[in-house]
């Protein structure tokens, strides 16, 4: 199974600086023949299911605050929170979709310093 | 909207079995593979497979292999999980999860408890 691993485990940022989280998968996710990463991040708050943010590496869903900014390509992605607020405490986990299984990071967990 | 609902909460001993429903709503059931998502309690999350609800059509993660069975029933949109041959490590939340190449939707989640 494609390992994916995140840095860091934890983190904490005051409000309305920045949060930086990486992800590294043991193989690329990148797909050339339609120039997509198959590639995630999602936010879970607790007793809550999974929220997607960011698809294709870089594409916020709708309704996602403009905040959240995904980037990267092939095996090192970045989600990084700008501006952090209350509301962003939460895990943040990524996940690639290139492969089967699918297979998800540890999650990262992001306080409010 | 579209809306996956899940079956309620359930306590089962070892080795016995466990079937969870995902009832989708708000799109054309078999336009989009279901796959199904675990998380242990405190613990990151682990996928274990899909079905097409067009064909029936499975993959189960190796993992599960051999104690996983997913079913549907395009009569009333609903998809469901079975776990058989249940061990305390089996307690864990379980999500269906829609898929467009990526999960854009979630049920609520469906906490099943293994204990003697």
């Known amino acids: 199974d494609i390992v994916m691993t995140q840095s860091p485990d934890s983190l904490a940022v005051s409000l309305g600086e920045r949060a930086t989280i990486n992800c590294k998968s043991s193989?690329?996710?990148?797909?050339?023949?339609?120039?997509?990463?198959?590639f995630a991040w999602f936010q879970q708050k607790p007793g809550q299911p999974p929220r997607l943010l960011i698809y294709w590496a870089s594409t916020r869903e709708s309704g996602v605050p403009d905040r959240f900014s995904g980037s990267g390509s092939g095996t090192d992605f970045t989600l990084t929170i700008s501006n952090m607020q209350a509301e962003d405490v939460a895990v943040y986990y990524c996940?690639?979709?290139?492969?089967?299984?699918?297979?998800f990071g540890q999650g990262t967990k992001v306080e409010i310093k | 909207q579209v809306q996956l609902v899940q079956s309620g909460a359930e306590v089962k001993k070892p080795g016995a079995s466990v079937k969870v429903s995902c009832k989708a709503s708000?799109?054309?059931?078999?336009?989009?593979?279901m796959h199904w998502v675990r998380q242990a309690p405190g613990q990151g999350l682990e996928c274990m497979g899909w079905?097409?609800?067009?064909?029936?059509?499975?993959n189960y993660a190796q993992k599960f292999q051999g104690r996983v069975t997913m079913t549907r029933d395009t009569s009333i949109s609903t998809v469901y999980m079975e776990l058989s041959r249940l061990r305390s490590d089996d307690t864990a939340v379980y999500y269906c999860?829609?898929?467009?190449?990526?999960?854009?939707?979630w049920g609520q989640g469906t906490l099943v408890t293994v204990s003697s």
């Open positions: 999860a829609r898929e467009n190449d990526y999960y854009a939707f």
């Open positions: 996940q690639q979709y290139y492969y089967t299984p699918r297979t």
């Open positions: 193989q690329s996710v990148f797909y050339s023949s339609n120039n997509k990463n198959y």
């Open positions: 708000g799109y054309t059931f078999s336009d989009y593979y």
């Open positions: 079905i097409n609800p067009k064909s029936g059509g499975t």
